[in-house]
C-alpha cells in the first residue's frame, strides 16, 4: 500500500516536468540575414540582432571580430566583415556570446545584465539573481 502511494507521487511528479520544461524553453533569436557581397560578408540584420539580445552593438562587434579574426565595421543597421563567412560562422559566434554574455548560466533566461563588482564585470540575471563573473573585452 505505501509502495503504492510513493508511485503515485513519483508518476504525478513526472507528469509535472512537461509543463515545468515549457517555461524553460531555450531563448532563440530571429533568423539572422548574412551572405557575401564580394570579399566581404554582410550581417544585414545585425543591429536588429542586437537590440533582441539587448546588448550594444559595438560591443557584439568586437566579439564578432575577435572571434572570427578579421576586420569590420558598422555601416548602419548592418556590419561588414572583410573575408567571407558563412551564416553558420556567424551565428556559431552569435551563440557563443549568448552564452557568454547573455545568457543566465542559472535559468538560461536572456534578461540579464553587466554589472561592475569591485574591478571586474559581472553578469547578472534579473530573473534568478544569479551572478557571474565575466571578461568584458575592450
Ligand atoms: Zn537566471
Given at each position: 500500500m505505501e509502495e503504492y502511494e510513493y508511485e503515485e507521487l513519483l508518476d504525478r511528479a513526472l507528469r509535472q516536468v512537461p509543463s515545468a520544461k515549457a517555461t524553460d524553453s531555450r531563448f532563440t533569436i530571429p533568423e539572422l540575414k548574412v551572405f557575401i557581397e564580394g570579399k566581404a560578408t554582410i550581417f544585414d540584420n545585425f543591429e536588429a540582432i542586437c537590440s533582441y539580445m539587448n546588448r550594444e552593438p559595438e560591443h557584439v562587434m568586437k566579439f564578432l571580430l575577435n572571434e572570427l579574426g578579421t576586420a569590420g565595421k558598422m555601416e548602419g543597421y548592418r556590419a561588414i566583415f572583410q573575408g567571407q563567412f558563412s551564416k553558420d560562422d556567424v551565428e556559431h559566434q552569435i551563440q557563443r556570446y549568448m552564452d557568454e554574455?547573455?545568457?543566465?548560466?542559472?535559468?538560461?533566461?536572456?534578461d540579464t545584465h553587466f554589472v561592475k563588482m569591485e574591478r571586474v564585470w559581472a553578469l547578472k540575471c534579473d530573473a534568478c539573481g544569479a551572478i557571474r563573473p565575466i571578461i568584458k573585452r575592450k
Open positions: 554574455y547573455v545568457l543566465c548560466w542559472e535559468c538560461k533566461k536572456p
